[in-house]
């Protein structure tokens, strides 16, 4: 049984910074795509960064690019997002998943097979 454990989160004045980690167990986390998603209240929840399982294909929502970087170190079974220049509209619960299905490209959409439990980011202005 996959589980994923998100941690990182917390309360960050606009313009600061904040990594997120994501430990994996259970999983081969090399075998798979990864990804961070973020859901604010009221809202569907959204793609923000996913990485292929080499590392080598990376996607990120037009939101975020420029200010987030996604990476994984597969042999400690993590992945991370590092969040810079934080704005307001950031503020979210942050989850990672895996995707059993891709492994060289990866996708933006829900429709991974694994889900961490969320840890929330809230940026104040």
């Known amino acids: 049984q996959a589980q994923l454990v998100e941690s990182g989160g917390g309360l960050v004045q606009s313009g600061g910074s904040l990594r997120l980690a994501c430990a994996v167990s259970?999983?081969?986390?090399?075998?798979?795509?990864v990804g961070w998603f973020r859901q604010a209240p009221g809202k569907e929840r959204e793609g923000v960064a996913c990485?292929?399982?080499?590392?080598?294909?990376?996607r990120y929502a037009d939101s975020v690019e420029g200010r987030f970087t996604i990476s994984r170190d597969n042999a400690k079974d993590m992945m991370y997002l590092e969040m810079n220049s934080l704005k307001p509209d950031d503020s979210a619960t942050y989850y990672c998943?895996?995707?059993?299905?891709?492994?060289?490209?990866?996708?933006?959409?829900?429709?991974?097979?694994?889900w961490g439990q969320g840890t929330q980011v809230t940026v104040s202005p």
């Open positions: 998943a895996v995707d059993e299905l891709r492994t060289t490209l990866c996708v933006l959409r829900n429709v991974y097979h694994y």
């Open positions: 259970g999983v081969p986390l090399g075998r798979f795509g």
């Open positions: 990485i292929s399982r080499s590392g080598g294909y990376k």
